[in-house]
């Protein structure tokens, strides 16, 4: 995506022991330069299901740790495989629902 390499995971759950979304799925592209997530994508069941994918637009870093507001997308087909995401991204084909800011951030010892 945009040249640049990425690493994905992918995750899922079993049944047992997996909670009531253990159907649902991640899947996270890791830039392999700066080891961060630039892109993530879920598969969930809730309320008849669907897919997101999110593209990470700032990120700010508080006490070491990295924090990052995110574009939030859904394809026009909610049964749209996660691994096909990224091409619509690039195609500019994916909705824009939203954007995911955070705001104020303060870390707290404990």
């Known amino acids: 995506m945009g040249g640049k390499q990425y ?3 992918n ?5 047992e022991g997996g909670g009531t979304d253990f159907e649902d799925e ?3 592209w890791i830039n392999t330069e700066t080891l961060l ?3 993530l994508a879920y598969q969930y069941a809730t309320d008849g299901g669907g897919v997101r994918f999110r593209e990470a ?3 700010t870093e508080a006490s ?3 924090f990052q507001n995110y574009k939030n997308f859904k394809p026009e087909e909610k049964s749209t495989p ?3 995401l990224p091409s619509l991204w690039e195609k500019e084909e994916l909705i824009l629902l939203s ?3 955070n705001t104020a951030i303060q870390v707290i010892p404990r």
């Open 7 to 9: 690493q994905t995971l």
């Open 11 to 15: 995750i899922r759950f079993n049944q």
């Open 26 to 28: 991640f899947r996270y």
């Open 37 to 39: 997530v630039d892109f």
């Open 57 to 59: 637009t700032a990120r």
């Open 64 to 66: 070491g740790m990295v």
């Open 82 to 84: 996660l691994d096909s």
């Open 99 to 101: 954007e995911i800011n």
